[in-house]
């Protein structure tokens, strides 16, 4: 690791230290097989409840109605000790997964380079915000994920993501700028997220036309982990008051 690479690690919350201090992998994990991230028990509750989010939100009770549509009592949504948040998370994993089956890149086309590869990630998985139906509630969800008890495993989640969008994307670096890269697309793609809940354009364009402008950013000024890490933090803070200035329970 690079001496600039341990002064950002440094700069970051103590918190989430662990988080960035992590081997990088040598492998991807499409060339082992893994265990799915939820039981069948788990899964049939969690999807359900989902669907419950665009009218009740992410809340225990999409919780509660999810485990009754999937057969199950009541009762069963104490299993999520988490709460809503177990809820979002559930999002987060699928959607991340299922990324590299909602779009797929022709072999060998040398036209469409990394960079265009990325870009079309990153929009595909906004996408599936709008295709699920809970894009309306996702300033929720980002409240959720920015509480103290949930920002490492969100933070780990957005980690993972930029992780899945760079190898998706066909990106075979090996040197310092394999963290680098990934923490920049972190901030990128936590930041067009937040705006993409306000947007009101026809097809979110203007969510993509700010995509544009972040990568383009990116692309000319560089960016570092530990300013990802504060931007993150304050817009979660920013967005909890801003649900609780609406009586949102959060």
Do not use: C
Not at 58 to 83: C, H, M, V
């Amino acid at each position: 690791m690079s001496s600039t690479a341990l002064r950002n690690i440094l700069r970051a919350p103590a918190a989430v230290r662990p988080l960035l201090i992590q081997p990088r992998a040598l492998y991807h994990s499409y060339e082992h097989d893994e265990p799915p991230p939820y039981r069948d028990a788990e899964s049939a509750i969690l999807s359900s409840a989902l669907s419950h989010v665009p009218l009740h939100g992410f809340t225990q009770e999409s919780l509660s109605l999810g485990a009754k549509q999937a057969g199950y009592l009541d009762i069963s949504s104490n299993l999520f000790p988490n709460g809503a948040f177990d809820i979002v998370k559930y999002h987060l994993v699928t959607q991340r997964l299922a990324l590299k089956h909602r779009i797929q890149f022709p072999q060998n086309d040398q036209k469409l380079g990394v960079g265009r590869r990325v870009r079309s990630l990153v929009l595909e998985r906004l996408r599936a915000n709008v295709d699920s139906g809970i894009v309306g509630r996702w300033q929720e969800a980002l409240a959720l994920m920015s509480l103290g008890e949930n920002l490492p495993r969100s933070l780990r989640e957005l980690s993972d993501l930029s992780d899945e969008i760079w190898f998706l994307a066909g990106d075979v670096s090996v040197d310092t700028s394999w963290y680098t890269k990934r923490a920049t697309l972190a901030g990128i793609y936590a930041a067009t997220e937040v705006y993409q809940t306000m947007d009101r354009s026809t097809e979110f364009r203007d969510t993509e036309d700010f995509l544009d402008r972040r990568l383009e950013e990116s692309r000319v000024l560089g960016s570092a982990v530990g300013n990802t890490i504060e931007w993150i933090g304050f817009q979660g803070g920013a967005m909890v008051n801003l649900l609780r200035s609406k009586g949102v329970g959060i």
